[in-house]
């Protein structure tokens, strides 16, 4: 079992910056990643990174924008948002994946743990 806790969500003037944080504790994770879901659309990808080496992954729609990181030594992954569109505007989800591989870190289906989300809100 992995244990997946999000913080950091809120409300931010467009233009503004938030930081997103998850830990993931229980197993050993291979991929975690944040997705993004609005009400009537589905669960979208917006950034991976692996835990060994630490390769990162984005969505075009935030490339450039947004920053995912991680502290091994946390069990902790982070997800940098600047330069917030009032399109960002989602609830955001972190999901770990303990046997997650490449071909499908973009997909929802990829992940087998995942948190409970947190409401980030971004104002025109």
């Known amino acids: 079992q992995v244990q997946v806790e999000e913080s950091g969500g809120g409300l931010v003037q467009a233009g503004g910056s938030l930081r997103l944080s998850c830990t993931a504790s229980?197993?050993?994770?291979?991929?975690s990643s944040w997705f993004r879901q609005s009400p009537g659309q589905e669960r979208e990808f917006v950034a991976a990174?692996?835990?060994?080496?630490?390769?990162?992954y984005y969505a075009d729609s935030v490339k450039g924008r947004f920053t995912i990181s991680k502290d091994n030594s946390k069990n902790a992954v982070y997800l940098q948002m600047n330069s917030l569109r009032p399109e960002d505007t989602a609830v955001y989800y972190c999901?770990?994946?303990?046997?997650?591989?490449?071909?499908?870190?973009?997909?929802?289906?990829?992940?087998?743990?995942w948190g409970q989300g947190t409401q980030v809100t971004v104002s025109s």
């Open positions: 999901a770990a994946g303990t046997g997650t591989i490449l071909s499908a870190i973009r997909s929802p289906a990829g992940y087998n743990y």
């Open positions: 229980g197993q050993f994770v291979r991929y």
């Open positions: 990174i692996r835990r060994n080496g630490g390769h990162e």
